[in-house]
Protein backbone atom coordinates (compact mmCIF):
# COMPACT_ATOMS: atom_id res chain seq x y z
CA UNK A 1 0.00 0.00 0.00
CA UNK A 2 2.95 2.17 0.08
CA UNK A 3 2.97 3.55 -3.32
CA UNK A 4 -1.19 4.57 -2.61
CA UNK A 5 -0.27 6.51 0.05
CA UNK A 6 3.29 7.81 -2.33
CA UNK A 7 0.54 8.36 -4.84
CA UNK A 8 -1.94 10.35 -2.86
CA UNK A 9 1.38 13.01 -1.85
CA UNK A 10 1.66 13.24 -5.24
CA UNK A 11 -1.36 14.47 -6.45
CA UNK A 12 -1.72 16.75 -3.75
CA UNK A 13 1.94 18.24 -4.27
CA UNK A 14 1.04 18.45 -8.07
CA UNK A 15 -2.45 20.14 -7.54
CA UNK A 16 -0.10 22.96 -5.71
CA UNK A 17 2.33 23.53 -8.06
CA UNK A 18 0.96 21.89 -11.16
CA UNK A 19 2.60 18.96 -12.75
CA UNK A 20 4.27 20.72 -15.16
CA UNK A 21 6.80 22.39 -12.69
CA UNK A 22 7.50 18.93 -11.41
CA UNK A 23 11.08 18.13 -11.53
CA UNK A 24 11.95 15.43 -9.06
CA UNK A 25 9.41 13.62 -6.69
CA UNK A 26 11.02 10.54 -4.34
CA UNK A 27 9.82 9.46 -1.59
CA UNK A 28 10.80 6.23 1.13
CA UNK A 29 8.22 3.80 2.80
CA UNK A 30 8.23 4.34 6.40
CA UNK A 31 4.94 2.26 7.82
CA UNK A 32 2.51 0.23 5.91
CA UNK A 33 -1.00 2.08 5.67
CA UNK A 34 -4.07 -0.16 6.70
CA UNK A 35 -7.50 -0.41 6.62
CA UNK A 36 -9.40 2.62 8.39
CA UNK A 37 -6.32 4.94 8.57
CA UNK A 38 -6.85 8.71 8.43
CA UNK A 39 -3.64 10.28 6.36
CA UNK A 40 -2.49 13.61 6.36
CA UNK A 41 -0.87 15.17 4.04
CA UNK A 42 1.88 17.71 4.41
CA UNK A 43 4.41 19.72 2.56
CA UNK A 44 7.45 22.34 3.75
CA UNK A 45 9.07 24.61 1.62
CA UNK A 46 12.89 23.96 2.46
CA UNK A 47 14.87 26.37 0.37
CA UNK A 48 14.54 27.94 -3.08
CA UNK A 49 17.08 28.63 -5.23
CA UNK A 50 17.07 31.40 -7.92
CA UNK A 51 17.55 30.71 -11.41
CA UNK A 52 16.85 34.43 -12.59
CA UNK A 53 14.42 35.74 -14.57
CA UNK A 54 11.75 35.51 -11.68
CA UNK A 55 12.08 31.63 -11.45
CA UNK A 56 14.10 29.60 -8.91
CA UNK A 57 13.55 25.97 -7.93
CA UNK A 58 12.00 25.07 -4.27
CA UNK A 59 12.49 21.66 -2.75
CA UNK A 60 9.99 20.45 -0.64
CA UNK A 61 10.02 18.34 2.01
CA UNK A 62 7.14 15.90 2.06
CA UNK A 63 4.77 13.90 4.68
CA UNK A 64 2.05 11.23 4.58
CA UNK A 65 1.51 10.78 8.16
CA UNK A 66 -1.42 8.90 10.28
CA UNK A 67 -1.29 10.84 13.73
CA UNK A 68 2.45 11.18 14.71
CA UNK A 69 3.63 8.72 12.84
CA UNK A 70 4.92 9.45 8.98
CA UNK A 71 3.87 6.34 6.52
CA UNK A 72 6.08 8.25 3.40
CA UNK A 73 8.33 10.56 3.39
CA UNK A 74 9.86 12.40 0.37
CA UNK A 75 11.28 15.60 -1.33
CA UNK A 76 10.42 17.08 -4.55
CA UNK A 77 12.03 20.13 -6.54
CA UNK A 78 9.58 22.32 -7.96
CA UNK A 79 9.61 25.14 -10.45
CA UNK A 80 8.71 28.46 -8.72
CA UNK A 81 8.03 32.37 -9.47
CA UNK A 82 10.61 34.38 -6.95
CA UNK A 83 9.75 37.85 -8.81
Known amino acids: MGQLTAGLLAGWLTDWCGVENLLKYEVRFTTPLTIGDVVELRG ?3 SVEELGEGFGVA ?3 LTAARGKDPLVTGRASVV ?4
Open 44 to 46: VVA
Open 59 to 61: TVE
Open 80 to 83: VRTG
